[in-house]
């Protein structure tokens, strides 16, 4: 029997992990784009190497292999609204929007908790999504916060600084 998508969204959300948007430049003329993952993870220290998974008709993926970069913004606790308006085809618009070109022209996000820019390194298949893999050429942290949690569809607070 087919596992049902429910059911494996259901359980694969007792899984907590934290929140990420990916942002991208866009090519020339092109507004950037950002998408809300919770699949970003650290992939290799040496060479320095992370991934998210994101579905293969994402427009941030299509704009991530046009630029051929990207960013990872880590939310913080007080950015649930951000991971929203990223999870939508309309999207938060960058002009309302603190943020500085990263190293690769890659829109960081200035009240994120981290970045990480990176070069694309890799795409996998993966079913109806896809795994990228990107180099990292800068990183930074830029608050002192609550990280943005994600668990069975809800963002219960992590209290882990004092
Ligand atoms: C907390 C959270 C985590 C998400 N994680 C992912 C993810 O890892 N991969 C993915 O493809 N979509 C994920 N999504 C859904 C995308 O953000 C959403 O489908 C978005 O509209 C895709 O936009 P795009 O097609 O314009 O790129 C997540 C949504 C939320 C709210």
Do not use: W
């Not at 907590?16 to 784009?33: K, W």
């Not at 650290?42 to 051929?68: E, I, K, M, N, T």
């Not at 960081?108 to 298949?125: I, N, Q, T, W």
């Amino acid at each position: 029997m087919p596992v049902e998508a429910r059911v494996l969204r259901e359980v694969c959300g007792h899984y907590p992990t934290g929140v990420a948007v990916i942002t991208c430049g866009g090519a020339e003329g092109e507004e950037p784009v950002g998408v809300t993952v919770n699949s970003f993870t650290s992939l290799s220290l040496d060479p320095a190497l992370v991934l998210f998974c994101v579905h293969r008709d994402s427009r941030a993926l299509a704009a991530v292999q046009g630029v051929g970069a990207f960013a990872v913004n880590i939310l913080a606790s007080d950015q649930a609204g951000l991971c929203r308006a990223f999870a939508r085809r309309d999207t938060a618009d960058f002009a309302e929007l603190p943020h500085g070109p990263g190293a690769t022209g890659s829109p960081v996000l200035s009240d994120a908790l981290a970045f990480l820019e990176c070069r694309l390194h890799a795409v996998f298949p993966g079913g109806d999504h896809v795994i990228v893999v990107g180099e990292v050429i800068d990183l930074g942290l830029l608050r002192e916060e609550q990280p943005l949690t994600f668990f069975r569809s809800a963002h219960p607070k992590l209290e882990v600084l004092g």
